[in-house]
């Protein structure tokens, strides 16, 4: 999953104010180990290969990954979007921008990333399986457990995002927590009712079973309750593409004081067909969510956010070393923080127009900060993250 190197601007200073709150951290089961009774466990096995029958589709062809990973390249029509009652006998609307080469998938397949039974025994629990735990968003970006440092938009009518955002590892301390940098997409009152569009890229051991950023997408129409999950990992997303796999590890990274290497995606609303499309790099289509997965934001959007996210389970007894971005504050700058540039919504004409009024928000500066600016070369951005747990953050 290649990124693009990327130069300093000359950056002219425009910071902007956050705040801070304190949610508690949630319950975290004690060293993570249970004894499982043979029975029972016999049973588990059983109904994690029934559900890997049901994600792993059958391929065309198999591709190794240098880092582990099998790449599947299933038949379009048989991924796991079409196993939703609304898409069952479609086809993905697909535009033929891309030609096969060296080892991308044949045309009419899609790559996608297979899940092993070592995925599923790291997960919480399989009703859980690929979804991230609820409740995690609210309007002012705080949420028990999960801290952020966002930039966001609110107060007019959303019709997609743009960015683009350098790519980091961050250290993540246990396999229950993530570091991810994303775009959301939002509408709803941030109760049950919840709709997200994400995209990005994260540090999730329990998901991948390592500490590579990957690029990731989710959505939910209920505030995380039942619909939606990561990638294609539940029916919904239909890829079209032939040369992303979602969930793959990116290369190459960004180094501290060195290269920046950084990914642009793009979350846009089809106005003819009402399906939300997402755009990897220059012209690039992933694919799509179906306008019909959605309640609130089979219209358009109520809200953009832009930012990084980690969750912190207090593991140690204080506050996680999880890492956000380069796991360097936002005042170090280019080089040394993460950033996202170039900062874009979609608005109702199907055009992409600069922020109207860019706000940010840092929940626990002491822990990862946000600073935010405009200039001619990067438009709209700014610099987030931080390390975690230090001498200010306990």
Sequence with gaps: MASSYVRSPRIIAFFIGFSSSSPSAPPRRAGGEQHVPPGEEL?????IRAHLRRLNKPSAKTIQSPDGDLIDCVPSHLQPAFDHPELKGQKPL???LWAVSGESCPEGTVPIRRTTEADMLR???LRRFGRKPAAMVRRDSTSGGHEHAVGYVTGEQYFGAKASLNVWAPRVTT???FSLSQIWVISGSFGGDLNT????WQVSPELYGDNRPRFFTYWTTDAYQATGCYNLLCSGFVQTNNRVAIGAAISPLSALSGRQF?????VWKDPKHGNWWLEYG???LVGYWPSFLFSRLAQHASMVQFGGEVVNTKAAGGHTGTQMGSGHFAGEGFGRAAYFRNLQVVDWDNSLVPLGNLRVLADHPN????KGGINKGWGHYFYYGGPGRNMRCS
């Design 123 to 125: 997960a919480s629990s």
């Design 94 to 96: 697909s535009l033929q």
């Design 43 to 47: 049973a588990k096995l059983k109904r």
């Design 262 to 266: 950084d990914i642009s995606l793009l």
């Design 197 to 200: 569009i994400e995209a990005g």
């Design 282 to 284: 220059p012209g690039l």
């Design 175 to 177: 396999p229950s927590e």
């Design 367 to 370: 822990c990862y900060d946000i």
